[in-house]
């Protein structure tokens, strides 16, 4: 029999086939063509499904000892992430079997300046994936003013070099998550289009679907290609500082507490740290829609940082504030040293003016003014920062500056 009368892969005769494709140096059947597409799903499926090239995934323990080494306190957030982390990412290495886990989207509640921003970005260093930050301030329902939904992952692609692959298995931190609370505890009868419409575009991200994604941003670019692009494996960590929230949650206490025990338990209750008694129901009642609640399964909360845990900030983790300024001289040939009374005074001030965190550096901003100009021209190579030097820096008017941030 003529060659050309069988496949070249099966070695089968054409009366024993299907159809019989005929090439220039070669045949083959469909039945081999269809076992080679079969395999080539197989391939991609496995491609998507296993770790991103890169990943370092550790142990909760592990994970938390490595965020201790940039994140001071908030002991309980850090648990709560590095148990959501690490199993997102065994959810993603799991062989297929018939139970079929869950995403475990995060949403961190606490006070402006208590370390949210920072503990989802030393997470996605640790563990080397894509990670992107975005602003809910600016999304709005699709053809409104504003960005759309689709660019939390035009982000995201952005940050993974638009390779696919390894954005669908990153992290995207969604910023200021309160401010797109609706205005009332009733479903809006209008239009809310940086509200509850923008939690309603959300749904379909949170819960993981393939989203279509302008690689360039949406409108500017309307003639670009879109990018296909899977969110099930896409971990999303939400953060606000929910103003107001400490009264829903105070409510909530008082109307459950009665009988006998009503005052003693009262007065077991911090009233100073009312965040630490947040239920996914007091969310809900601040403006977030149930079926974004219900997709946000893990709840943190971030204790406000008081004086001690503001003085270790600026000294203790290994990118410290401190430590910066140390670097920054030493580029220069200086060897630059804080007295105790000088940190001390940077701490008041920032608990002063009500800032956090965030507030130490733009307070050390101020105060390191004038030597970040003057001393690179200069010979000196020792400066000491003393409490009358960052005293007479802070002047009346950084300090008006400050206290109506």
């Known amino acids: 029999m003529d060659k050309n009368d069988r496949c070249s892969l099966c070695g089968r005769p054409r ?34 499904e296993k770790p991103a090239k890169g990943i370092k995934l550790k142990k909760p323990k592990e994970i938390k000892a490595f965020l201790d080494d940039y994140v001071i306190g908030q002991d309980f957030a850090k648990k709560v992430l590095s148990v959501a982390v690490y199993n997102h990412y065994k959810r993603i290495c799991q062989e297929k079997n018939d139970v079929d886990i869950e995403k475990s989207n995060i949403i961190m509640v606490g006070e402006t300046g208590t370390g949210k921003t920072l503990l989802a970005k030393t997470i996605a260093k640790m563990l080397n994936v894509p990670f992107a930050i975005v602003d809910a301030t600016v999304l709005t329902e699709a053809g409104y003013v504003g960005e759309d939904i689709e660019s939390l992952l035009t982000r995201l ?23 797109i609370a609706r205005k009332g505890d009733n479903p809006s009868i209008t239009r809310d289009v940086s509200g509850e419409g923008v939690q309603q575009g959300l749904l379909k991200l949170l819960e993981g679907s393939i989203v279509n994604v302008p690689p360039q941003g949406g409108r500017k670019h309307p003639e670009q290609k879109m990018i296909a692009v ?19 949650i105070a409510r909530r206490m008082n109307t459950q507490v009665v009988g006998y025990g009503t005052q003693k338990n009262i007065e077991k209750i911090d009233s100073k740290n009312m965040l630490q ?14 079926e974004i609640v219900g997709r946000l399964p893990v709840l943190a909360y971030l204790n406000p940082l008081d004086r001690e845990a503001l003085r270790q900030i ?70 000491t920062v003393t409490k009358e030097y960052a005293e007479s820096k802070l002047d009346k008017t950084a300090a008006i500056k400050f206290r109506n941030a």
């Open 15 to 48: 009366k024993d086939v299907g159809i019989l494709f005929q090439g220039v140096n070669g045949n083959v059947c469909d039945d081999c063509i269809r076992r080679g597409y079969e395999i080539l799903k197989e391939e991609e499926q496995f491609k998507k």
């Open 230 to 248: 899977d969110t099930k494996n896409i971990l999303f960590i939400c953060g606000g500082a929910f103003e107001g929230l400490d009264k829903i």
């Open 314 to 383: 600026l000294t203790e983790p290994k990118n410290s504030i401190v430590n910066q300024y140390i670097k920054l001289f030493k580029i220069d040939g200086i060897d630059i040293k804080f007295e105790e009374a000088a940190l001390d005074y940077i701490v008041d001030q920032a608990i002063s003016f009500k800032l956090g965190a965030r507030g130490l550096r733009s307070i050390c901003e101020s105060i390191m003014l004038e030597a970040m100009f003057e001393m690179p021209s200069e010979n000196k190579k020792t400066f």
């Open 157 to 179: 692609l952005q940050a993974a070099d638009y390779d696919v692959a390894s954005a669908e298995q990153g992290i995207v931190f969604i910023d200021e998550i309160d401010k």
């Open 277 to 290: 008694y947040v239920i996914p129901e007091d969310i809900r009642k601040f403006g977030l829609i149930p």
